[in-house]
């Protein structure tokens, strides 16, 4: 901390850390043009945070109720930005930055960087889960693809042709963001008014959540996620959906980048990469739109940075559409801004990137609320094993969560 | 041999009870420099561990949230009530004390006939196989719970193929998805990477059975299972306390195996993953406090168990445990 903060000294321009979760490289590259860009005012040195989310955020807590002075600028995750944002943590972005950066945002993510009604991060990238399928496996299950599928017509699919289901059922973030997006997909919503913390209202005990119980508890006591359900991540289930067994899978944009370099190793055949297509996320009912998970990151800066003024300089910089087009091409990070997906770089480098655009304006975030933690990990506790869910699983999970946030329950 | 006979002699002799003031002023200059060598590490040891203990025993006093520094209340006992009252927190204790008794107790009889087969190795083996027996020992246990991790996950792992021949053990067994087969894994790893350490415990304590009782016994038509149960483990008493307590301890701390594997997830939580995930995930630093108090008074009571009702001396492997 004292390096970084003496670094920027007499001899050269002031030095902004920023902390930065793990990519391919991407951000370094951002810090080093933004640095360049500035023309000397200041130099972006950057921080790597843990792998998970989870571990981002309690590093990211700890150092800002500590009054870190060196947290200038932060990659976060949207789920965590209120808990943040509430204790005033992260400082107010200055209207003109909010101006500049916000113009063509699109909804979802620009929902993400608020709390409060306020926007408190600007959105540098956002994220959103396709679904992804083997063209042989649907044209076997006679499945239209070209035409919105539910959750229901998959799981048909997968039984009468034997493959198993690409889901996340391990007691993890992905098993937060697959309730969330099934919920919200049936109209539902897990927290109303998450403005309330501890008083939130937990709403999941409804016929949307009883919808999306229906479905997880399926794939899970049918065996359609495959015998590594119970523990099975994004990475899992895509090596999953890669074998011979493979069919169709909900997961993020990285799987396609991830597959190709696996041919590229010698890892996997052309073939299989060949055979992937993708659409939107299943709907829960047919007639009804999915609201498809939205993930990504939000650019925030520590509210006790010495340097605020630069980082905000230095995130309109980071987060320019050409920024975010050049992000997402080299390391398949999908932009929030509207103007970078018509970038001819990106439509190259990714075939689905129309879809993905598509997919981010439904995308709907999970809870906004300082409590979000608790309310993830309560969900991840009484969905997993998927197996294990029944009908009274959201109304469980409901007590538990009010149990716990008025603290008469550990978790 | 004299010299240590007189030496002792002359160590016993000053242990007459003697008031204060009787100090000779050599006993009083050599206490002296026993505190200036000591006081050092003393006051070090007070700062790094009594700080931390009294600071978690305040914070335990209050709800106090990390995020939520503004609300910050004085709720005496009301976070021991809470833990206390939680099946949660009853489950991972169970879990603890079962990886506690499994392990300490499988590790004991197999770092015995470790001990045993060093013990009697001849002398040119002997440097070779000490090193073989103390390999696992010398691995960080984050590597060595990755290296488990990953021998058996049902997406990386091998060991499915080994036991297949097994009835429940096919390619699609998943030893992480419940708490049986994950509580094997984790405590079949804690037994390989410190059964060593016990066996060295249990080695020292051997090469202090006189050798004589055990030919003496064998002169007397004692057979080999007579002479081990009857002599030398009688003999061994002390040693044998000191590594049960050491491990004993040391397990019921359990961390690592247990976070990397399975992060406590299917019932494989352990106390001490409980209050990391309430003070460190959670941000609730006061309820996390609690369950460290907590944690830290169980591993109190299993000293002074060990200590007061089974006498184990800690300070030295011939102890009143003889």
Known sequence: MLLTGCSGGESGPPTLTWYINPDDGGQDVLAQQCSDA????????TSLLPRDAASQREQLARRLAAGDTSMDIMSLDPPYVPELAEPGFLAKPPHDVVQATTQDTLEGPLEGAKWNGEIVAIPFWANTQLLWYRESAAKAAGLDMAEPVTWDQLIKAAKSQDKYLGVQGVRGEAMSVWVNGLVESAGGQVVSDGQDGQDAKITLDSD??????????????????????????ENASMIQFQGDKGSFMVNWPFIYSASKAAVEEGALDQSVVDDIRWTTWPRVDADTPSAPPLGGINLGVGAASEHQDLAWDAVQCIVSPEHQAQYFATNGNPPASAKAFDDPAVKKAYPMADTIRKSLDNAAPRPQTPYYNEISTAIQQHWTPPGDVTEDTPRETTEFIQEVLKGDALL | ?????????????????????????????????????????????????????????WDSLFSFRLTAPGDREFVFLGNYATVLSDIVFWRDLGVTMLITVVTVAVELVLGLALALVMHSAIKSTRGLLRTAILVPYGIITVVSAFAWFYAFDITTGYVNNWFSWLPVIGPDFNWFASAGPALTVIMASEIWKTTPFISLLLLSGLAQVPGELSEAARVDGASSWQRLTRVILPNMKAAIMVAVVFRALDAFRIFDNVFIMT????????????AYRTSIGRLEIGLGSAISVILFICVMIIALVAIKIFKVDLTGGSGKGR
């Open chain 2, 263 to 274: 992060q406590g997830q299917y019932g494989t939580e352990t106390l001490s993953l409980l």
């Open chain 1, 208 to 233: 949307a959540g009883k919808k999306a119980a229906e479905i997880i508890g399926t794939i899970g006591k049918e065996g359609l996620g495959g015998p590594g359900l119970a523990t099975q991540d």
């Open chain 2, 1 to 57: 041999m004299s010299s240590t006979v007189d030496s002792r002699a002359r160590a016993s002799a000053p242990e007459k009870p003697r008031g204060r003031g009787h100090l000779s002023d050599r006993a009083r200059s050599e206490r002296k420099l026993g505190w200036l060598l000591a006081g050092p590490a003393f006051v070090i040891m007070l700062l790094v561990t009594l700080y931390p203990i009294v600071q978690a025993l």
């Open chain 1, 38 to 45: 500035s023309g000397g005012k200041y130099k972006i040195q």
